[in-house]
């Protein structure tokens, strides 16, 4: 089965305020297959990045509304995951968890239950190795709040389940607004350690990496990069690695360029060298073989199309 069939459709409705005049837009979203590139790019929270750092469990729940004047956001997820939020300034949000284990935000072990005020804005990182909520919360801009987005309803219909989630999400965000807040929190050394990791392989996505490579520039001895890793993603740094170059080849996969006309080529761009290893590691975090993700490519030549049927890739 592609995982391209099994994600959900997000639900979108409209409901009311008490006064029964002004329209809030809300969106559910549900699903257990999480696709990153579907995430980043399908749905109003402002993700940058996500990704898959294990096959199961994996639940993903996320619910939000817009009165015209603030955005709200709900999301619960059950999974090994590693997400990036651009967070508009002035933005507050809160963690919580019954399995505080293994969660960090921003490289370091996550604080739960206080409510925390991104004042200028920028990147949220969060690594939850188990599950956890967020309660995110916006104001828009005061030119946005003149009747652009608010309109007046006469005679609208409310649905009851929409309305009860409206509820939650609107006291939410009244609960964010009326905590004192705490500002962005003063980073430790292992949170830096664990930058210079992601910047490390960010400058070589595809090249043959080994931990000294990032042990060296985080100024750091090779065992102390391995429990790093381990402490904050729950794996060491080769499968670290293998892992985010995974979800890089799903990128290809799901938008390939010119280049990316096999899984041999997209398996070789992301450093894979054996492409059935390549297929079995891809399906045992993904839930499906490559071939069967490979869309067809941005351009194609002119022969790579024949009846509207697309050639046959081979791994």
């Known amino acids: 089965m592609s995982t391209l069939l099994a994600f959900e459709t997000p639900v979108t409705d409209n409901t009311v305020d008490d006064t029964g005049q002004i329209s809030i837009h809300h969106t559910a979203f549900e699903t257990e297959r999480l696709d990153p590139t579907r995430l980043e790019t399908a749905h109003s929270l402002p993700l940058r990045q996500f990704r898959l750092l294990a096959a199961a469990p994996r639940q993903l729940l996320h619910q939000t509304c817009d009165d015209g004047s603030q955005q709200v956001h709900l999301l619960q997820i059950e999974a090994a995951v590693s997400l990036e939020l651009e967070l508009p300034p002035g933005a507050r949000y809160r963690l919580a968890s019954t399995q505080p284990e293994g969660l ?52 609208a219909t409310v649905v009851p389940s929409s309305e009860q ?9 009244r609960n964010l607004w009326i905590t004192p807040a705490t500002g962005p929190r003063r980073r430790t050394p292992a949170a830096h350690v664990l930058e ?120």
């Open 165 to 173: 989630a409206v509820r939650q999400l609107l006291d939410i965000a």
């Open 196 to 315: 210079v990791v992601e910047q490390v392989l960010a400058e070589q996505p595809y090249g043959v990496l080994h931990p000294s490579d990032f042990a060296t520039p985080a100024r750091i001895s090779v065992r102390s990069l391995e429990r790093a890793l381990q402490r904050a993603y729950g794996m060491g740094p080769k499968r670290w690695i293998t892992n985010t170059r995974l979800n890089t080849a799903h990128r290809h996969l799901r938008n390939p360029g010119p280049e990316d006309r096999t899984v041999a080529q997209i398996a070789r761009r992301c450093g894979f060298l054996h492409a059935g290893r390549f297929s079995q590691a891809y399906r045992a975090l993904f839930g499906d073989y490559p071939h069967e993700v490979l869309a067809p490519p941005l351009t194609s030549t002119a022969g790579s199309l024949s009846s509207g049927r697309v050639q046959k890739r081979s791994e």
């Open 104 to 155: 960090y935000v921003d490289h370091d072990p996550a604080v739960l239950g206080t409510v925390f005020e991104s004042t200028a804005g920028g990147p949220l990182r969060i690594v939850s190795r188990r599950s956890f909520s967020l309660e995110l919360v916006w104001r828009r801009p005061t030119e946005g709040t003149n009747g652009s987005s608010v309109t007046t309803r006469q005679g």
